[in-house]
């Protein structure tokens, strides 16, 4: 997917802005689509991954979903290490966390990526 983003002043696509001034255009373009429509009904979205992007992301899960990934440090047993990241997993069942960030998910379960390791089924309610 590609979207080219123009300001009143010029073309940004492809312009050398900084980091954070081209960022802040995305961000703006993307709360300004989503600000546009309301959701008519509770819909469950799909996000497959794998433990790669849990792992390098542990940062943005903890805070995200609550998780204490710290936790998990130090076992080497596997099936110990298995067991507690279950538990973590299990103890954010049914519980409410708002992502201050976007990422991709799908409408269906078995989607492109739907042989990851990891799916994460999302609850979004109904509502703007």
Do not use: W
Request: glycine fraction near 6%; avoid cysteine; charged fraction near 20%.
């Amino acid at each position: 997917l590609f979207f080219f983003m123009f300001s009143n002043e010029k073309h940004i696509f492809g312009m050398p802005f900084f980091l954070t001034k081209l960022s802040s255009y995305k961000i703006s373009f993307i709360d300004s689509a989503i600000n546009k429509a309301t959701l008519q009904e509770d819909i469950t979205v799909y996000r497959n991954t794998g433990e790669q992007e849990l792992n390098a992301a542990k940062d943005f899960l903890q805070h995200t979903l609550g998780l204490d990934l710290n936790s998990l440090d130090g076992i080497k047993d596997f099936d110990k290490y298995i067991n507690k990241a279950i538990s973590l997993v299990n103890n954010s069942i049914n519980k409410t966390n708002t992502a201050l960030a976007y990422t991709s998910t799908s409408l269906q379960k078995n989607g492109v990526f739907s042989g990851s390791a990891i799916r994460m089924e999302i609850k979004v309610p109904k509502g703007g």
